[in-house]
């Protein structure tokens, strides 16, 4: 298709316009059954991107294919061109594309530019700790207290068009998509100071909140929270960089064990169906006698051997870390579940709710699993209880618990009760951010609404003459944005009137 270079061979050498080692990257990772399905569909969707109040600022089509990487280079790209200087984003995999964007051919603009990212706050919970230090919103200097999920909430209103566009001519198409993002736009601006209130109340409350709480915790408003961050980050990095890797000495021992369970049962199996079992066992022996040949090995490793002990431990390790692995695969499962019940429809929360059911028992038989394993760890890894398990909400103590060391259980933030006034440190930080980028917001409607006062009827004053109808036209939209600019001069008067706020009470 030539309208759509992507979909062709890599190899091809028909496609007119080259494919950017990032876009190439990004659809090989992509599973293959996904690429075929999104290619029978001309048009797949929809990509756009919002502001935090709601606006459209880009929108673009998905040409038979799923969410791959082009769009929202693209995407940032344009908002580079308009906006300028210090834009931050969010996009659910934000950790990924960064990498693509600093190895795309937009990095050095990136860097000028000090283009920024975050992963949203919701989307933040299927990340590992690491990444959510590096990435998350609630570290990110100057987010605010923006959820950066504001996609989704713009999706769900406009999710209501795929069945009347889904046979239209591309020109309805984008026709519907128009009316319907005119009149949102429309609506977010009605809505706007209504934003703005709650957006400040909001924020006075936790920062209230979290105040309070530091005052009466024993870890102290004045405990080093940014420093320890910055070290927990450093010893994520650090534990990352532990890789077990597979080694001879793990897989003979495992030969050995094999070869050691052979159990009474096995032995008197031989006798009645020899074949068979004498097979098995002889292949046991003949893998063993093999690693043996492989490793030099005069005499085979007896239970006491220092080599072996060692290997068997490695192999501990390994099965501590799969047990963990499947802990938290089950429960981050089950908090997706959890947020889905809140969804409408009756079938559908009975679903999910069998599926909770399901899943708490397999995730205690995979907490039985893991603590017999941690027990066997040295030093012994602390056991996981099941009411530890259901008040989970972020994957930060799951990776806290893959130290293979022990050290990071000895650090004053890993601590809970640190970790949960360090949490609540942020939160604060955070609003306090909010509030200063809610008294810009402010200032600039009061300023936008003092301008439409002038600009208005002086445009109308002078089209009256050249041109009638087109004034008659502006004249109307006028009388609209009159009542909606009263409606938020009251709004405003409520956001300067609230005790605690900073903003200007004038236009600018």
């Known amino acids: 298709?030539?309208?759509?270079?992507?979909?062709?061979?890599?190899?091809s050498g028909d496609s007119s316009e080259p494919v950017s080692i990032c876009v190439d990257r990004w659809r090989n990772a992509a599973p293959e059954s996904r690429k075929k399905?999104?290619?029978?569909?001309?048009?797949?969707g929809i990509?756009?991107?919002?502001?935090?109040?709601?606006?459209?600022?880009?929108?673009?089509?998905?040409?038979?294919?799923?969410?791959?990487?082009?769009?929202?280079?693209?995407?940032?790209?344009?908002l580079m061109e308009v906006f300028g200087k210090n834009i931050l984003y969010g996009y659910d995999i934000k950790c990924a594309l960064e990498k693509i964007l600093l190895r795309s051919s937009l990095a050095n603009r990136i860097k000028e530019l000090?283009?920024?990212?975050?992963?949203?706050?919701?989307?933040?919970?299927?990340?590992?700790?690491?990444?959510?230090?590096?990435?998350?919103?609630?570290?990110?200097?100057?987010?605010?207290?923006?959820?950066?999920?504001?996609?989704?909430?713009?999706?769900?209103?406009?999710?209501?068009?795929?069945s009347e566009t889904r046979n239209a001519t591309e020109f309805h198409r984008h026709q519907a998509l128009d009316e319907h993002f005119r009149f949102a736009?429309?609506?977010?601006?009605?809505?706007?100071?209504?934003?703005?209130?709650?957006?400040?109340?909001?924020?006075?409350?936790a920062i209230a909140t979290t105040s309070t709480f530091l005052a009466e915790s024993p870890i102290g408003p004045d405990a080093?929270?940014?420093?320890?961050?910055?070290?927990?980050?450093?010893?994520?990095?650090?534990?990352?960089?532990?890789?077990?890797?597979?080694?001879?000495?793990?897989?003979?021992v495992k030969a050995l064990d094999l070869r050691a369970n052979c159990s009474s049962k096995e032995i008197g199996n031989v006798r009645r169906r020899h074949t068979h079992t004498a097979a098995k066992r002889d292949q046991k022996q003949k893998v063993v006698e093999d690693f043996e040949c492989q490793m030099e090995i005069d005499e085979?490793?007896?239970?006491?051997?220092?080599?072996?002990?060692?290997?068997?431990?490695?192999?501990?390790?390994?099965?501590?870390?799969k047990a963990l692995d499947d802990v938290e695969r089950l429960v981050v499962m089950r908090l997706l579940e959890l947020t889905k019940l809140q969804m409408n429809g009756y079938k559908l929360r009975t679903q999910i709710s069998k599926a909770l059911k399901s899943r708490a028992t397999a995730i205690r038989n995979a907490l039985q699993r893991y603590n017999k394993y941690a027990a066997e760890m040295m030093p012994p890894r602390p056991p996981l209880e099941w009411t530890q398990i259901v008040e989970y909400s972020f994957l930060a103590e799951f990776d806290l618990l893959r130290d293979s060391d022990g050290q990071i259980q000895t650090k004053r933030w890993a601590n809970p009760l640190?970790?949960?006034?360090?949490?609540?440190?942020?939160?604060?930080?955070?609003?306090k951010e909010e509030v200063q980028r809610l008294n810009v917001e402010v200032g600039r409607l009061m300023t936008k609404i003092h301008d439409d006062a002038i600009y208005y009827p002086s445009a109308i004053t002078a089209l009256s003459a050249e041109d009638s109808p087109l004034a008659s036209e502006l004249s109307r939209q006028w009388d609209q944005l009159q009542s909606l600019n009263l409606w938020h001069r009251q709004r405003i008067r409520q956001i300067q009137s609230l005790r605690g706020y900073s903003g200007p009470l004038m236009p600018g």
């Open 418 to 431: 640190y970790r949960q006034a360090s949490t609540q440190y942020f939160d604060g930080v955070r609003a």
């Open 37 to 44: 399905m999104f290619a029978i569909f001309k048009k797949s």
């Open 47 to 78: 990509f756009i991107t919002v502001c935090r109040h709601g606006f459209l600022l880009t929108i673009c089509d998905m040409v038979r294919s799923g969410e791959l990487m082009k769009y929202p280079l693209a995407s940032l790209n344009k």
């Open 1 to 11: 298709d030539p309208d759509d270079p992507w979909i062709e061979d890599l190899d």
């Open 114 to 162: 000090n283009l920024q990212g975050v992963v949203p706050a919701f989307h933040g919970h299927a990340h590992n700790r690491l990444c959510q230090v590096q990435h998350h919103s609630k570290y990110k200097l100057g987010a605010g207290k923006e959820d950066f999920e504001t996609c989704e909430r713009v999706f769900s209103e406009s999710n209501a068009l795929a």
């Open 300 to 321: 085979r490793w007896g239970p006491d051997h220092p080599e072996r002990i060692q290997a068997q431990s490695r192999i501990t390790h390994r099965l501590f870390f």
């Open 185 to 205: 736009d429309m609506d977010k601006y009605a809505n706007l100071s209504n934003f703005l209130y709650n957006n400040y109340v909001q924020a006075l409350e």
């Open 224 to 252: 080093p929270f940014e420093t320890d961050l910055a070290d927990e980050k450093m010893s994520l990095e650090k534990m990352s960089c532990k890789q077990d890797a597979t080694s001879v000495e793990v897989d003979y």
